[in-house]
């Protein structure tokens, strides 16, 4: 049976009734995203219909899911909700906090004992909530969200970007800040501004040597990091049925990497089979009732032109595989074009590691088509030229593979099978001689590939690539190689060319598993104790931020202008520093470190207005604060990419930054700085971004006047005397200020408001 099988049913009634009223009150046939969205509205039945990328909605979602790494400040700030229980369905999942060494066994025994004060709060804490507890080694979140929760037509959040994985159901699974989650959890109304939509056709059928994953490498090469932003992309057409329910979770899991709010396709056969074989044929048979309500309306997918705000056309019989990167998703170069690509940008054309795993490649079936290729090197002799790892998804995937002898056919290449976790996708790595800093090359399935993220080295060049390619690239040790044209030596001397992959979509012999590693919560749990040691350099609880004094802010200091790519990862870098994500004063010392100061070029090397010296970003910012200046954070396009991570957001809050103004924002960062009280700013006019100097003094002009739709107006006061005011627009909302205002949108929950 499933979790939470009697919500699900609940769903299931209520979504007729709503549907039929949302095409009434919208007047013509409606989308998937849009039926999801009015069924889950905060006010049950629809009463009015909303206009994409301007109204703000508040939303009911079915669940919640927390990582380790986030978990631990979304529960932290829960705890200062007052609440008994969890309001809505909660999980939480160590996967995170696994560093990959020597393989799974003693890894996870290093993380438990490294890690025991963190995993221990979060069982405690789950425990006393009522939360459903995954323990180290269970698996990555979004495969034990899409195996044991996610379901068609369902609306759930969780504190990770990669939320959205849950698509692959046909659910609309979206990633937030640990504040939103909160919000949901303490049984409150959460706030979306009412998505775009994308359609994506997908005509003809994977072949060969293609696989969902390049879907999404190509829809990232089109739409780029920032395309899909404030956008639900929607897929169908008769490519979207012929996947397989986990390689549809693929590629909604990489619309992260695009910007998009989530991805999401029809319920379909594959989703039947998925959820049958996973244990679930009590989702199948609800769902099977209200079948029509679970895609869209029929007139949608025939002339999808009429109701997507962009519609993409992709022939899947035609598609090639891609290699993305380096260094961004959204560099995609078809297969066929990467001897040129590479050898014109000079990329390091020797492959070192080819690594199978992370979120959005870890199911059954990437691991049987990887293996399929294994296994032809190996009976083909040929020695693999790079080293080899994987990740499993989840211990349900694991157990069943090494019963399927999948595992072993692995490791008679060598390769390393780390624990069921994120390991080398988040920084968890010691890769030996990464401190050297070589320039080299590593291919793998992940879905981010920015700067230093693998393993901290920023010359290594990460590359994106189906599990199958990777398997491919990493045994002929090359880049540059082309299986579907190039051939391999072997031991022998003789020229081998390998077939295209294969593989089960689903076990044949069924999944199985001994201990999953789920911890169910007490039953009541209001005697159970969670302790924070005073002493503790992994947690902190959490002291509420200043309310806003009501006046302008005069005099902040510009404590830097970042330059190019910003992401989540170049303000709060995870690896080493996850271990401090639970630890707001300790993390605080990562701020910013990676961003590239615009005036020197170089990261983590600013100007200290108080003396003229130049030093780190954080050590800059903490003598601001002792010294009572306020400051202010400039940046450039898509600023905030990647994570959900609100460390990104608390961090300048609790140091004392002010205000943040850039030329864009990508959605979740922007609503991380709203809700811990900062102001989240982007420029009126792009060009100002040049006006900003290096010694500048920033006056608000009209902050007094902070309004829905109305721009501030600023003043930059530079070195010389001379003066630029420009203008900075927001999208707060009435409620939004509330937040700024009150100092945080948790101190509004802790006062009852
Ligand atoms: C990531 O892939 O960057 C992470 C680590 O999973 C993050 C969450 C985090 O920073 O903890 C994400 O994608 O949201
Ligand atoms: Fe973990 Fe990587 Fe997925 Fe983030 S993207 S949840 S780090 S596997």
Redesign the pocket.
Known sequence: MAFDIEMIKKVYETMPERVNKARELVGRPLTLSEKILYSHLWERVPSQKFERAKDYVDFAPDRVAC?D??AQMALLQFMHAGKEQVAVPTTVHCD?LIQAKVGAEKDLAVANTQSKEVFDFLSSVSNRYGIGFWKPGSGIIHQIILENYAFPGGLMIG????TVNAGGLGMLAI?VGGADAVDVMSGMAWELKFPKLIGVKLTGKLNGWTAPKDVILKVADILTVKGGTGAIVEYFGEGAKSMSATGKGTICNMG?EIGATTSTFGYDDSMRRYLAATGRQDVVDAADQVASYLTADPEVYANPEQYFDQLIEINLSELEPHINGPFTPDRGTPVSKMKEEAASNGWPLKVEWGLIGS?TNSSYEDMSRAVSIVNQAVANNITPKAEFGINPGSEQIRYTIERDGIIEAFEKMGTKVFTNA?GP??GQWDREGADKQERNTIVHSF??NFSK?ADGNPNTHAFVTSPEMVAALAISGRLDFNPLTDTLLNDNGEEVKLTPPYGDELPTKGFDVEDPGYQAPAADGSSVQVVVSPESQRLQLLEPFQPWNGQNINGAKLLIKAEGKCT??HI?M?GPW?RF?GHLDNISNNMLIGAINFFNKEANKVKNQIDGTYGEVPAVQRQYKAAGIPSVVVGDHNYGE????E?AAMEPRHLGVKAVLVKSFAR?HETNLKKQGMLGLTFANEADYDKIQEDDTINFLDLTKFAPGKPLTLEFVHADGTKDTILANHTYNNSQIEWFKAGSALNLIAAGK
């Open positions: 990582q790494a986030t995170h504190t990770d970007s990669h990633g992260a979120c994120c996708c988040i879905n981010r993220r989540t990862d709060s995870a996850l994500r990647g994570s959900s991570r460390h979740i």
